[in-house]
């Protein structure tokens, strides 16, 4: 065990170079651009080659991809398995399934992808993070001419959209410019200096609860076994409402992505229709607990591919 940290110390002190300019950079324009949701232009890193664990696709996507476990569903156990791409960026959370909704909605729409998500993404560098990461995919060649679309489902591990969460249950999200305001305008920017014909769009979390119940143990494939979870749609409802104010603060387009889910959450009667399932529920195969499940990750690709090019 001794030997193993050491080897990853010395590993990440090798390779972390970009991530660390990358989110000193990301800092210092989120932070200058927080107070205003028009903030100016980030300064750019140059030509600097990130560091990276898997290898992105040579060249501009038409589809470019960030988000946290939601976005993923990378797998927990250790192994590279059939459907397993490693991340971009270095982190040993990165790996990522290609069933995953970005993998879906690139096919869907038949698209080039370059997915930038990554198990907990946010949680780490909050804030910070997720600004690093699309610096990365411009430095790595990803954002640029010829990108169309750069889709964003991201804030439940972050601190500060959970701020956002706070005021808009409060009513009170037009007091001030947020923080998460901020860090959309510096991508909004960033992407239109590497890229001017993208779009940036945020897509908001599928539905987990209705009804205010959850069906986290569903032992009985037809049979979901609905607890009582007060204030589970109000939270719900209110993590997209957040996340949509910031983007069209910023003039980007959302997508409802718990609106045109309803009904496929923990409690949905068929295992088929449960798109997201809870602690146990062997009926629905899933990489990670209380995330979309593989065939879910599926639907919600297309749906959101519809979304983009509507």
């Known amino acids: 065990m001794v030997l193993y940290y050491t080897f990853m110390k010395k590993t990440f002190m090798k390779k972390n170079l970009f991530v660390r300019k990358a989110a000193a950079v990301a800092l210092g324009i989120v932070m200058a651009s927080a107070p205003l949701a028009t903030a100016q232009p980030a300064m750019s890193l140059g030509s600097a080659v990130p560091a990276v664990w898997g290898t992105p696709p040579e060249g501009a996507q038409q589809i470019v991809t960030f988000g946290d476990s939601f976005t993923a569903i990378g797998p927990i156990a250790p192994g590279n398995g059939e459907h397993t791409e490693n991340g971009y960026q270095l982190k040993p959370t990165c790996k990522k399934d290609t069933r995953n909704w970005p993998h879906s909605a690139a096919q869907a729409t038949n698209k080039s992808l370059a997915d930038w998500s990554c198990n907990g993404t946010g949680g780490m560098m909050p804030l910070v993070e997720l600004p690093a990461v699309v610096e990365e995919a411009i430095l790595a060649g990803n954002i640029g001419p010829g990108t ?3 889709v964003i489902m991201y804030g439940g591990l972050d601190t500060f959209q959970w701020v956002d969460v706070a005021a808009s249950i ?3 999200q037009n007091l001030a410019p947020s923080m998460m305001q901020g860090v959309y305008a510096t991508i909004k920017n960033r992407v239109a200096q590497a890229a001017p014909d993208a779009e940036v769009v945020i897509a908001g979390y599928p539905e987990m609860a ?7 143990i569903n032992p009985v494939p037809d049979q ?3 607890l009582p979870a007060p204030g589970a749609d109000l939270i719900q409802d209110h993590l997209r409402n957040a996340a949509r104010h910031a983007a ?3 003039g980007l387009r959302f997508i409802d992505t718990l609106e045109l889910t309803r009904r496929h959450g923990t409690c949905a009667p068929k295992p088929e229709d449960r798109w997201v399932v809870g602690m146990y529920d062997p ?3 899933t990489n990670l607990t209380n995330h979309p499940s593989i065939n879910g990750s599926m639907e919600i690709g297309k749906i959101i591919g519809q979304e983009l090019y509507r």
């Open 248 to 250: 069209e603060a910023n």
């Open 148 to 150: 169309e679309r750069v």
């Open 283 to 285: 009926a629905v195969p």
């Open 224 to 226: 979901p076994a609905a």
């Open 170 to 172: 409060a009513n009170a």
């Open 210 to 216: 209705a009804d205010d119940r959850l069906c986290l």
